[in-house]
């Protein structure tokens, strides 16, 4: 998985699910309407990570899958959590891996915080 991990450093949560998804034949992966969607944001005017993370998770939380996020969430943070818990963690490094693909194609650039 290719990251610059400017929104997350530690991707493994995300890994670990796509890992499982692929196993089972569930697809989550960003496509093309989703670095459509970033631009639409980016369009308005400036946006604060915090805006991109959470209009993001609205629209990849529907598309996590649920049992993959629970078992992916067991294995990695050693936590059962509830599928809706487990569902938003995913969705929400869903989101930023989607911003930073958003910035390896030049539709958006990302400051790293210091």
């Known amino acids: 998985m290719l990251s610059s991990g400017k929104v997350f450093g530690n991707y493994s ?4 699910y796509l890992e499982i998804c692929q196993e089972k034949k569930v697809e989550s992966l960003p496509n ?6 970033v631009k639409h944001i980016a369009s308005r005017g400036p946006a604060s990570l915090d ?9 990849f939380k529907y598309r996590v899958d649920p049992v993959c ?6 294995e990695v943070l050693n936590m059962e959590l509830a ?32």
């Not at 809706?84 to 194609?105: K, R």
Request: neutral net charge; glycine residues 4%; proline residues 0%.
């Open 83 to 114: 599928e809706d818990q487990a569902s938003q963690l995913v969705a929400v490094q869903l989101a930023g891996w989607t911003l930073e693909i958003a910035e390896a194609l030049g539709v958006i650039k990302l400051k790293r915080l210091s």
């Open 51 to 59: 805006k991109f993370l959470e209009e993001l998770v609205k629209r």
């Open 69 to 74: 996020s629970v078992k992916a969430s067991k």
């Open 32 to 37: 093309s309407s989703d670095i459509e969607f």
């Open 13 to 16: 949560l995300l890994e670990r």
